[in-house]
């Protein structure tokens, strides 16, 4: 159902234009990038009176409704920074695949699944240059999404053997390389990369 729902989404933009909530939505992770560069600032543009009615008016967001807080100190910048891990070569690898919202609004999150795969005794191996372009497939840029998506698995295959376990801590995010993937890109790298991708249970 979520595939039919993107396809017909794709058809509606090329007959009628994308909506700007769809387009705000599909660039989720540009706007999460900027917004934790420019923080505070930009927790501060979000209390700004008629913010509220902009975000309802515009992106089609119930004005009750507060955005997440974009973090000055994204994970990757805490990965970089931290103490010496609890784990060395000897460990057996995981990359642990970042997603936006842990990149740049819930970094704690992020934190937490690198100490516990490290109390359980693996190296975790960060994933942060790419996206699983969750936005634009749900939001039907499926043309938009598909060469970003291939730059993703590409650089994924590229930065770990083929033996090591993926983990992502977004569901969504791995139902993409789990479930999308193969039908967006029908090549033996995407059959072979989505049988590696687990939930964090």
Same mark, same amino acid.
């Given at each position: ?81 931290r103490p010496e891990p609890h784990s060395d070569s000897s460990h057996l690898p995981v990359l642990l695949f970042i997603d ?34 969750? !936005?634009?497939?749900?939001?039907? =840029?499926? +043309?938009?999404?598909?060469? %970003? *998506?291939?730059? &993703?698995?590409?650089?994924? $295959? ?12 977004? !569901?969504?995010?791995?139902?993409? =390389?789990? +479930?999308?993937?193969?039908? %967006? *890109?029908?090549? &033996?790298?995407?059959?072979? $990369? ?8």
């Amino acid at each position: 159902m979520a595939r039919l729902k993107s396809e017909y989404l794709q058809e509606r933009h090329l007959q009628f234009g994308a909506r700007p909530r769809d387009r705000f939505f599909a660039s989720v992770r540009s706007m999460a990038r900027w917004g934790s560069r420019l923080s505070p600032l930009s927790f501060w543009l979000q209390n700004l009176p008629g913010f509220r009615a902009i975000q309802q008016s515009v992106f089609g967001v119930d004005s009750r409704r507060d955005f997440p807080r974009f973090q000055g100190q994204t994970f990757s910048k805490w990965f970089r920074s931290r103490p010496e891990p609890h784990s060395d070569s000897s460990h057996l690898p995981v990359l642990l695949f970042i997603d936006t919202f842990t990149e740049y609004q819930f970094p704690e999150i992020g934190r937490s699944a690198t100490v516990v795969l490290e109390q359980l005794g693996y190296r975790v191996i960060p994933f942060t240059q790419g996206c699983c372009m969750r !936005p634009m497939i749900s939001r039907g =840029f499926l +043309d938009r999404a598909r060469p %970003l *998506l291939m730059k &993703t698995r590409d650089r994924i $295959l590229q930065s770990v053997d083929s033996s090591v376990p993926i983990v992502g801590l977004e !569901p969504g995010c791995v139902s993409v =390389f789990r +479930d999308e993937l193969p039908s %967006l *890109l029908p090549e &033996t790298s995407s059959e072979e $990369l989505c049988s590696r991708f687990h939930t964090f249970e």
